[in-house]
C-alpha cells in the first residue's frame, strides 16, 4: 500500500494512494505525485495516531499488577439485608467532565456474567469493540478477580503491557498527531 501509478487504459496515469486500518480502507486518485504523496503522508500520520491512542488505552485501563483500573470486587454490607458482593467500577473517561461510576452485582449475576458486563460497560464508555485487543485484555484481566483461567491464554496481562520509555515515544507521537490534525482541520 501507498503510492503507485495507475493507468486507466485510456492512456491516463493517475497516482493513486492506498491505506487499510481497522476495517477502513482509502482509495484516492491524484493527477501529481506531489500531492498523492503528501496525502499518503496524511494518512499515515492518521493511521499512527489510531494505533498510538489504541495503545495507550490498553496501558490506562489496565494497571502494572494485571488488574484494571478503577475496579474493586467488594461486599455491601446494609442493616436488615444480607451482604451482596459487587463490582465497583469507576472510570475517567476521556472527554467528560465527571468519572462515570456503575455497581454490577455479582450475586445477581454471577462471576463471570457480572464481570463480562464490566467489561461491556467500559469498551461502551471508552467506545472500542469486542473485536479490538484491549477489549481481549480486559477479558483476561478476569482471573485477578476469581475467574477461572484454564478457558483464557495464559499469556499474562503484564507481558504485553508496553514499558516506560516505549510509552513516553507513543505519547510524544500521539501529541505530535493531534497537533498536526487540530492545525488542519482549524484552518477551514
Request: glycine fraction near 8%.
Amino acid at each position: 500500500m501507498g503510492v503507485t501509478l495507475f493507468n486507466d487504459g485510456g492512456g491516463r496515469q493517475y497516482y493513486r494512494v492506498t491505506k487499510s486500518w481497522d476495517g477502513n480502507h482509502y482509495q484516492e486518485y491524484f493527477p501529481d505525485k506531489a500531492l498523492a504523496e503528501e496525502r499518503n503522508a496524511e494518512l499515515d500520520k492518521r493511521k499512527r495516531a489510531f494505533y498510538l491512542r489504541k495503545a495507550l488505552l490498553h496501558n490506562k485501563l489496565i494497571n502494572d499488577d494485571g488488574k484494571i483500573t478503577g475496579l474493586a470486587k467488594q461486599v455491601v454490607k446494609r442493616v436488615g439485608r444480607k451482604p451482596v458482593e459487587v463490582f465497583k467500577l469507576r472510570c475517567a473517561v476521556p472527554g467528560e467532565a465527571k468519572p462515570k461510576f456503575s455497581t454490577i452485582s455479582i450475586s445477581q449475576n454471577g462471576l463471570e456474567g457480572a464481570f463480562h458486563i464490566v467489561v461491556e460497560k467500559i469498551a461502551q464508555w471508552y467506545e472500542f469493540s469486542a473485536k479490538d485487543e484491549v477489549y481481549k485484555l480486559l477479558l483476561k484481566s478476569g482471573q485477578y478477580y476469581g475467574l477461572p483461567t484454564e478457558e483464557r491464554e495464559e499469556a499474562s496481562v503484564k507481558d504485553e503491557k508496553l514499558d516506560d520509555s516505549s510509552l513516553k515515544a507513543l505519547e510524544s507521537g500521539l501529541e505530535e498527531s493531534l497537533q498536526w490534525f487540530y492545525q488542519t482541520h482549524s484552518q477551514g
